[in-house]
């Protein structure tokens, strides 16, 4: 068995295509229907209805033919004690024998794999408008809501897949930032973009589009700029309350930021997973009690990978998405790890 920690995962690098297209053979293989993956349980206790651990069991077939669970704390208040939000663990077993084959203990494989996720839904999206609006070059102004661990992450992985297609970027962050703090911008972060990994090729992207970033004095100013909007927050109540501007695509990462309201227009709406986002006070749980959305009313990410979805909606139409986050995808990326780990002769052989 392999054990890696956070070091041996910055050591084996973030390198964000092989990350995304091992997502998008992962959507596949779900689309093909060779995976198990039920719906996942939350712990709650001692009266705290915010702290929870959630296990996110699944099985991924095809050429990955794995299987594995994720246990994963989050605390949102152990912000304020200085201590990080989430918590994460997975372990892999053989989908033959059973027997365990990995334990992957760190942060950044699930915070890695939701930027991943958003970067597939963002590519397809370009891709979408670009064939329908082939005269008219894609142009991205980002925004990016919650500049934590998650928000510096997308961050990298817009500047490092995106960075040619953005004009401008905006952050903010309810907390604050500065983007000269080595600690908070990812882009220009040598403890994050080097430890990473990341060649220098790859670091220059970043830096450049370190100097086109720009820190929102709100988030109504950065709402009002951005076609592109990350929502990456641990905010305890919904607060955007504005309409998205027309054809922006929104990135809601965090779930629970929007109004019913703010999204009264918008019809372009893709999940994860159905059944697993429309619950645990969700903004698609919000709509769904509130103007009655149902699941035929949404488009899958399956949709829009395999049968290119997006192109079925008007250019101007936003586009919300809202990922539950899927253990199949986390299982897919964690064998990625591995891989790549076992590769490079990193982390930590252990005996039963």
Same mark, same amino acid.
């Given at each position: 068995?392999?054990y890696l920690?956070e070091?041996h +995962?910055?050591?084996?690098?973030l390198h ?8 998008e053979?992962a959507?596949?293989?779900m689309?093909?229907?060779? #995976? ?15 702290n929870?651990i959630i296990?996110?069991p699944? #099985?991924?077939?095809g @050429?990955?033919?794995?299987a594995? +669970? ?23 077993n053989?989908?033959?024998t059973?027997?365990?084959? !990995? ?12 930027a991943?996720?958003? !970067? ?18 894609q142009?991205?102004t980002?925004?990016i809501?919650g500049?934590?661990?998650?928000g510096?992450l997308? #961050?990298?992985? *817009?500047?490092?897949?995106?960075g ?7 952050v903010?962050d ?11 911008a !990812? ?38 700029? *951005? ?5 990456c ?5 919904? #607060?955007?309350?504005?309409?998205p501007l027309p ?10 930021d ?5 999204? @009264? ?12 986002? *429309?619950?645990?006070?969700?903004? +698609?749980?919000l709509?769904?009690?509130a103007?009655?959305l149902?699941k035929e ?6 949709d829009?990978? *395999? ?5 079925g ?7 919300l ?23 490079l002769g990193?982390?930590l052989?252990?005996?039963?």
């Amino acid at each position: 068995m392999i054990y890696l920690g956070e070091k041996h +995962i910055r050591a084996a690098g973030l390198h964000w295509q092989e990350l995304v297209d091992r997502i998008e053979d992962a959507v596949h293989v779900m689309d093909s229907g060779d #995976y198990a993956q039920p719906v996942k349980p939350y712990l709650r206790y001692g009266g705290h209805a915010a702290n929870r651990i959630i296990a996110m069991p699944a #099985y991924v077939g095809g @050429s990955m033919h794995t299987a594995g +669970i994720k246990w994963i704390a989050s605390f949102p208040g152990n912000l304020q004690a200085g201590l990080p939000r989430a918590h994460s663990l997975l372990v892999l077993n053989d989908a033959d024998t059973g027997m365990p084959y !990995a334990i992957v203990h760190a942060s950044l494989p699930s915070a890695a794999r939701t930027a991943a996720v958003s !970067a597939v839904l963002l590519r397809h999206y370009l891709r979408a408008r670009s064939a329908q609006q082939p005269s008219k070059p894609q142009r991205i102004t980002l925004g990016i809501i919650g500049f934590g661990p998650v928000g510096q992450l997308h #961050y990298d992985m *817009c500047g490092q897949l995106f960075g040619e297609t953005i004009d401008e970027a905006y952050v903010y962050d309810i907390r604050g930032v500065e983007l000269d703090d080595i600690n908070l911008a !990812a882009a220009a972060a040598a403890d994050v973009v080097s430890t990473a990994g990341t060649d220098t090729a790859d670091t220059g992207k970043n830096v450049g589009l370190r100097g086109r970033t720009k820190v929102a004095g709100s988030w109504q100013e950065l709402y009002s700029r *951005c076609n592109v909007i990350i929502t990456c927050t641990v905010s305890d109540r919904r #607060y955007i309350d504005l309409p998205p501007l027309p054809g922006s695509l929104l990135l809601d990462v965090s779930l629970r930021d929007y109004t019913a309201a703010a999204l @009264s227009s918008v019809n372009a709406i893709i999940v994860d997973d159905w059944d697993e986002v *429309c619950r645990e006070n969700t903004d +698609i749980e919000l709509l769904h009690k509130a103007r009655g959305l149902a699941k035929e009313g949404t488009r899958s990410l399956a949709d829009v990978v *395999c049968r290119s979805a997006l192109a079925g909606f008007d250019p101007a139409e936003p586009v919300l998405f809202c990922p539950m986050g899927m253990a199949v995808f986390d299982i897919a990326t964690a064998n990625y790890w591995v891989q790549k780990a076992r590769e490079l002769g990193i982390g930590l052989e252990i005996e039963a």
